[in-house]
């Protein structure tokens, strides 16, 4: 039985989640998203044929309250999620929205010209896209043996 390329792809993804997991844990950076809870960035990360995209789920969050840089090949998403506003007399019997300080490093899936990234926020949605380079680092060729 033969390792397939759809079962590498499954363990690499797996291997990428458990270290995000393991970052977001022990990250000494983030104490105030400890104590406020945690802030979960859902993320999208896709290719067309031109640009890699990323979308990521910020609903509530507004532009000056959200900070975007990359470093390399890193994207670095962070901002505050403000806490809702509570009336007086009010009593919570459940309240699972979180809030609080967020930060988010996702690691680029290709080569992307990262001196040309735009980005937009609309309707609780960042959209990052930035166009693909060639990146002979990932390409796999045969070396010739003299």
């Given amino acids: 039985m ?6 590498i792809e499954r363990l690499l993804s797996l291997r990428r ?10 990250d000494p950076s983030r104490p105030e998203a400890m104590e406020d809870g945690q802030v979960d960035l859902t993320t999208d ?3 067309t044929v031109e640009e890699i995209v990323l979308e990521i789920e910020l ?3 507004q532009k000056q309250d959200l900070k975007l840089s990359v470093l390399r090949d890193v994207i670095i998403v962070e901002g ?3 806490r ?8 919570h019997i459940c309240m699972e929205r979180t809030s609080g300080h967020f930060r988010r490093i996702i ?3 290709g080569a992307g010209d990262t001196s040309n990234i735009s980005a ?11 166009p693909k380079i060639e990146d002979r680092r990932g390409r796999h060729r045969t070396i010739p043996i003299s």
């Fill in 2 to 7: 033969g390792i397939t390329e759809e079962s």
């Fill in 17 to 26: 989640e458990l270290d995000r997991i393991f970052r977001d844990f022990f």
């Fill in 45 to 47: 990360i896709f290719e």
């Fill in 59 to 61: 609903p509530g969050i």
């Fill in 80 to 82: 505050k999620k403000p």
């Fill in 84 to 91: 809702p506003l509570q009336a007086k007399g009010i009593h």
């Fill in 107 to 109: 690691e680029l899936p």
């Fill in 120 to 130: 937009e926020l609309k309707n609780g949605l960042l959209v990052i896209r930035m």
